[in-house]
Each structure stands twice: as structure tokens, then as C-alpha cells.
């Protein structure tokens, strides 16, 4: 099943993209997404290991840890945003 990654701000600077398809095994969780991420190497485990604030969205609307992503599914990335 394939869904969309879309990443933002530093995500998109560090992984150099802003988007990506992503070929998933069967439907899993944002936490066991976030750890198939992580285990791609270097750049992304640094991104994606849990040690950096990062927040995700499933088909634009906020998700958590345990939300569910499904086939077709776009899942964007981006840090927590700051206002002063």
C-alpha cells in the first residue's frame, strides 16, 4: 500500500525533499512509522528517532502517536511552530 510523506522546514532541508512516495506492509501507527523512518540510515534516524519535537498530520488534520495510517494516505511532518 502506498501513502504520501510530505515534509516541512528542517525535515525538508535535511532529508533535501519535500515529498516522497512511501510503499507501507499493511496499515500501522504514526509510532511504527516514525521507527520504519528512523531505521532508514543517518539523516533520518536523527529526525525520526523520537529525540527531536515533531509533529505529524494524517490528510491535514493533527494526529498522535497512535493514529492509524491507511493506503493513499498523505502524512506530512514539520516542527512544532512558536509565535511571539
Do not use: H
Not at 9 to 38: D, G, H, N, V, W
Not at 57 to 66: C, G, K, S, V, Y
Request: net charge negative.
Amino acid at each position: 500500500m502506498t501513502i504520501k510523506l510530505c515534509f516541512f522546514a528542517r525535515f525538508r532541508e535535511k532529508l533535501a525533499m519535500a515529498e516522497e512516495s512511501y510503499i507501507l506492509a499493511a496499515p500501522c501507527t504514526i509510532e511504527e512509522l516514525l521507527k520504519q523512518l528512523a531505521a532508514r540510515g543517518e539523516v533520518w534516524s536523527s529526525l525520526f528517532d523520537g529525540s527531536q519535537n515533531v509533529l505529524v498530520a494524517i490528510n491535514q488534520e493533527m494526529a498522535t502517536l497512535a493514529s492509524v495510517v491507511s493506503e493513499g494516505d498523505e502524512v506530512a511532518f514539520f516542527p512544532p511552530v512558536t509565535g511571539g
